[in-house]
């Protein structure tokens, strides 16, 4: 009842049951989810938990079968629909692996990785370069691990080289977050390309923030 919900409204109303069983509970204050625990019925959870797993799935799928039959049933889920809900996605996951590289080695796509555990890179080298980002943040005790930055980009380049018989040529580092002395790293572990975020690049050229039309395009974004 508290984090069923959690996707975006208009997901929801693609759903009428979905939608209903939203009304049902109301908002999602203690109060009301406690009276929701009165009012719900079990087939209301049996129906939550299909829909709210459905929703998550690309329309491309949700028209086509083994999910099509359960989006046009609507409601009155049983426990063999949900079967059938979590099946689908096991075998969608186990596909991610094998399509992206598909496409990688038929040259239609590139497949980028990030460092081993997603980790903020900069502050693993030296946790006072969390000052160059922000000076009025609050640091804790200096931190410095720079062979263990080293470790999370080894080892992500290793993980890639399994999945798709190649060594990766991008990064996408933990957050965007880079620094001077994480980009020397990033391309002594053999990564040709990493990219970060506006901010980081506003900061770096000296300029603050970029200005922006009315259309929401940076103005000079090759300054």
Known sequence: LERFFDTNPRIVTRF???AELLRKRGGGSAGEVDQALVSYAEADYRDLQVLFNLAWFDP???AAEPLASLVRKGKGYAEADKAIVFGEADRLVR??????????EAGR???ITTPYAHPILPLIYNSDLGKAADPTSKSPPRFSRPDDAVAHLKRSAELYEAAFGAAPVGLWPGEGSLSQEVVRLIADAGYRWTA???TALAKSLGIGSFARDS????VAADA
Do not use: Q
Not at 215 to 218: G, H
């Open 16 to 18: 009428p049951r979905y």
């Open 109 to 111: 796509i590139e497949v």
């Open 215 to 218: 259309r929401d395009t940076p």
């Open 196 to 198: 970060s975020g506006e």
């Open 60 to 62: 491309e799928f949700l």
């Open 95 to 104: 596909e991610v692996v094998p399509v992206h590289r598909r496409l990688r």
